[in-house]
């Protein structure tokens, strides 16, 4: 089809029909709508047939193309080496981010990192920052490059700039039930990668109960497709399938979990936290060139835990954006829960299981997340998990302590959260951490 | 799911996934809708998930069913029979609804019809009419309803009052790649004749090239589809598969269309626009209640053309809806281009075919129908056809006559009107105009 003889219509219909799309269709599509001369309401059509129908691996990859150039890509000047971003498909208590980002960076590898905010049951990474007082995510494109090279991190949301076709295909995609659609997945996660200017990624694809796609072969194929089409692209791609069945650490909820990634970084943090952050970090120093294996990368990682490095990085990145770096000294300073309520088990045996999504969304219910698009995270309100699975409890022991505000919605969250719990007279095998290498 | 806590995103999720949505969610939604509560991208959405999920039966009677009260509902006064309708699902050359319905209304059944315009290769009744000057297709509801039961027959476009949800649906859905879809379709078909006042409706479902529904299976699926939720709903429902393969009738185009079906209702009409007005107006009678049998029905059509009381009660329709009444008795009266392109058949033979869905597309780019929707169709362009399938001809000999205003137009036109003709050198059996009872 010609360009200048291009019909929404015909493209809809094609795609509801099965035939694959050009490159110069997608691209009509992506371009038109960015400007607005595609209506909300034929992108959807479009989106939904994509649903049903998929796309093959030359349609991923177009989309992607013209979501990246829908903006302006960032170029980074003088960086000491390759500039490495890492994505999580989302999960719950997944505050690797936090301590991830400022290690690898005091090991010499810069990341520029544009994050997401909660969604449904998974937390955000801007929402957990702006736990900490003062802490900006908005920065211009101008104070975001310059972070990167100066400091050799930024953490923050979405810019005007950077892939706008994104930034109007999720807000569509999220209130048209587009969401769970893997071409559509791909091309919003690499579009902001690509044009952020990052030059490798390290993916870290859940699976399990609090996944967004709880099967493993589904998250294999999220996970092969990413870097398929990443590659393509010109991106370094590497990654892991990594479990959800419960959250991450101790601690679900915004400031909470900044807390947690701080005991990471002062080389107190919970065993599945470190872990991840070692493994993700290793893989992280090895693309951006500064190791030789993922070996040297653990220990690059651990030193910088032990020196107090990765904690200094991050207060430099607190303090460039705009927030109160004593925090990381000094957790007491982030935002507390006045109330607390436990949670006691009602029987003796070994913890089974804790729903990774019923505890994600009790989190949300006490306010941590967002129930409508409007709502303001409550920083302060969460979950703290003190056994977790594997572990032995007593009857009446405390086994969780639930961090609130509002009574109502405090019960409201237990009912989720009793709900997320079980319990087994025999001892069971916790699930590996890390699944596979994709 | 209770009415209250109910979220058009899971409703849009579930029919994704596959899930029956029950008669409170379908209503949440068409109510919602209607109101503007629900956007058009979440419209969008639950109608392409639609597409390709599908509705049992239950739940396109209840999409019918919010439809219809989604505005509001005729009841005629003090009529002499059961208010008859007749749907044709849409063909090429489609003119019958303008000979049937003043041979009905004579022969004393009322015939209140909310009719459609052209769309794509398809004709349309309120277009046709239009080229009868001062003819008003946009009466109120008040007129309708003294129309039909003074004058026993008015054909009109929808109202804003009667299944508005309808209205702004099919709008929607003309712009997004949802029209081919079963219960959407019977949800459209039947939400206007029941608001509208039929009792009973006559079906005239057209399969072969020109139709909407091309395969025979398909029509058939959407013929019972439709009977069977129309009689759940109280309606009377009967009617016919019939070939759509060539244009019905030697003329298609607005004010062409007009002079031919004033042709049959003075005994001169072509055969097989004719058969199609005597058998619909036979079982129109029959289901009216004035007749006993389809031979009466057919008996008293036949006397109402003899007699000129079909051409009277044409004029009686005409001048009750603001038009000019001699145009019944003096065609010319209608608007004519002014030049005539000859097309002669390029070999010796027999006409094999003159592909409906072809010859509508060439009408449509001569100017009689819409490309897009701002475009007024031009009353007196159109094409004539001389000879149809089974006919014998020269070569050279002139076989269609393109009547046309703009010789940029003509091309474009002449190029489909060619690729529509095809010719064979053995006298093939034309297709069987009825093809078998719904």
Same mark, same amino acid.
Request: proline share 8%; charged share 25%.
């Given at each position: 089809m010609k360009r200048e003889t291009m019909d929404p219509v015909a493209i809809i219909e094609a795609k509801r029909d099965g035939r694959q799309l050009s490159s110069a269709e997608i691209d009509f599509v992506i371009r038109g709508y960015t400007r607005g001369d595609i209506s909300d309401y034929q992108m959807t059509a479009l989106l939904m047939a994509i649903c049903f129908r998929g796309m093959d691996p030359d349609e991923t990859l177009a989309l992607t193309r013209s979501m990246i150039t829908s903006g302006e890509k960032i170029e980074f000047r003088g960086l000491p080496a390759l500039p490495v971003d890492k994505h999580s498909t989302g999960g719950v208590g997944d505050k690797i981010t936090l301590s991830l980002v400022p290690l690898v960076a005091a090991c010499g590898v810069p990341v520029p990192m544009l994050s997401g905010r909660s969604l449904r049951h998974s937390g955000g990474t801007l929402d957990k920052l702006e736990s900490i007082p003062g802490f900006r995510t908005d920065l211009s494109l101008e104070e975001y490059r310059r972070g990167v090279e100066s400091i050799g991190a930024v953490i923050m949301g979405q810019t005007e700039e950077l892939a706008p076709a994104d930034r109007k295909m999720y807000a569509l995609r999220d209130a048209t039930g587009t969401v769970p659609c893997l071409p559509l997945i791909i091309g919003s996660i690499l579009s902001k990668k690509v044009a952020g200017g990052a030059k490798a990624l390290v993916l870290d694809v859940k699976c399990g109960l609090g996944a967004f796609m709880p099967e493993l072969e589904k998250a294999r194929a999220l996970g092969r497709s990413l870097k398929g089409t990443g590659v393509v692209l010109g991106l370094q791609v590497s990654g892991f399938i990594t479990n959800m069945d419960q959250p991450i650490g101790r601690f679900v909820g915004n400031a909470l979990e900044v807390r947690e990634a701080i005991e990471v970084l002062q080389g107190q943090g919970p065993p599945d936290a470190t872990e991840l952050t070692l493994t993700l970090g290793a893989e992280m120093l090895l693309l951006g060139g500064v190791v030789s294996s993922r070996e040297d990368g653990r220990q690059r990682i651990h030193q910088a835990i032990e020196s107090g490095a990765g904690r200094q990085k991050l207060k430099d990145i607190i303090e460039n954006q705009g927030?109160?770096?004593?925090v990381a000294d000094n957790p007491d300073l982030l935002p507390r829960a006045d109330k607390i309520h436990e949670f006691d088990s009602p029987e003796t045996g070994f913890v089974a299981g804790w729903n990774a999504r019923l505890v994600g969304l009790a989190s949300m219910r006490l306010? /941590?997340? %967002?129930?409508? %698009? /409007?709502h303001t995270p409550d920083p302060a309100v969460g979950i703290e998990l003190l056994r977790k699975v594997g572990d032995s409890v007593d009857k009446g022991e405390t086994v969780a302590r639930v961090h609130y505000r509002d009574r109502g919605r405090l019960n409201t969250a237990l009912q989720l959260f009793s709900e997320a719990f079980s319990i087994t007279p025999a001892r069971p095998k916790p699930p590996p951490l890390i699944i596979e290498e994709i």
């Open positions: 927030g109160d770096p004593n306010g /941590a997340g %967002r129930l409508h %698009r /409007a």
